[in-house]
């Protein structure tokens, strides 16, 4: 499928969310198996916290770390607009950290809707059909996406880009539409 928009996929497997902050502070690159320099990007999809919620980190916590992230971006690319993307549940533990999963993407969907530029995404929705989880999207470990999984949250961001949705999204935001959606 031919797309006008080019992905960089980073995976930063076990890390939470101030490794990932760390990380583009130090050398404005979000460094993984291959390294992405954070200045070049219109959009810059961030799919963090699972690590996160799993281990703990209070909501409060999660959502001044993804303020930071946020900021540690901006220090960097200014103009790019920011895609935060929910914690998704997870079929290894869903039943321990289903709660805490809706608590963390309200947390981090409080801090998007204070910042300019900045959406936050229900893609967990993505993954999940009525009250069943989709765990032929997941990894054999039930911990990460597999590729399918990865697919199909491009598919999802590539079709919203390219009809222009998120403009819409912003709307209802009651945001102010970013200058290259309009």
């Known amino acids: 499928m031919g797309s006008q928009f080019d992905i960089e996929l980073v995976i930063r497997g076990g890390a939470k969310i101030r490794d990932i902050s760390s990380n583009i502070y130090l050398t404005g690159n979000w460094n993984g198996f291959r390294n992405v320099q954070v200045v070049s990007y219109k959009f810059i999809v961030v ?9 703990g980190r209070s909501f409060a916590e999660i959502a001044l770390d993804i303020r ?19 914690v998704l549940f997870r079929p290894l533990d869903d039943r321990v950290t289903f709660r805490k999963v809706i608590e963390a993407n ?17 893609t967990y929705t993505l993954f999940k059909s009525g009250s069943t989880l989709l765990t032929q999207l997941y990894d ?13 949250v491009g598919r999802y961001l590539r ?10 999204d912003f709307a209802l935001a009651h945001k102010t539409v970013p200058m290259m959606l309009r």
């Open 47 to 55: 799919h963090v916290g699972t690590n996160d919620v799993a281990n």
């Open 68 to 86: 930071e992230l946020v900021g540690v971006i901006r220090r960097f690319n200014r103009n790019a607009i920011v895609l935060v993307s929910g």
């Open 106 to 122: 309200a947390a981090m969907r409080g801090v998007c809707e204070g910042l300019p530029s900045v959406l936050f995404m229900r």
């Open 140 to 152: 054999r470990f039930g911990l990460h996406l597999n590729r399918d999984g990865l697919e199909r």
């Open 159 to 168: 079709a919203r880009l390219a009809r222009g949705s998120l403009k819409r």
